[in-house]
């Protein structure tokens, strides 16, 4: 039987995918922190905080499309001797 939202797993485990939990909740930490303290933060600040929220997008956007780091990691790794440079 297909699980419903919300419901949890035989497993007991909602979430496959703790990298991209962690990268969603920094980004929500970061655009409180931006909401809350943008006005009195510097230029530079300002500037690090965007980069930050737009490598975590990227990083969210992998995690979403393709799964977990470890996962993508396992897949492109190529086998034991696939590039053996011996004939």
Known sequence: MPETRGEV????ERRKNHELRE???EIVLLARKLSQD?????REELDATR???EWLSEEI???AAYG???ERLQQEA???GEYSTEE
């Open 61 to 63: 956007w992998a995690a």
């Open 68 to 70: 977990p780091l470890e």
């Open 23 to 25: 990268r969603l909740d």
């Open 9 to 12: 797993p035989a497993s007991g």
């Open 51 to 53: 980069m930050r929220i």
């Open 78 to 80: 190529p086998e034991p």
């Open 38 to 42: 943008g006005p009195a933060m510097s």
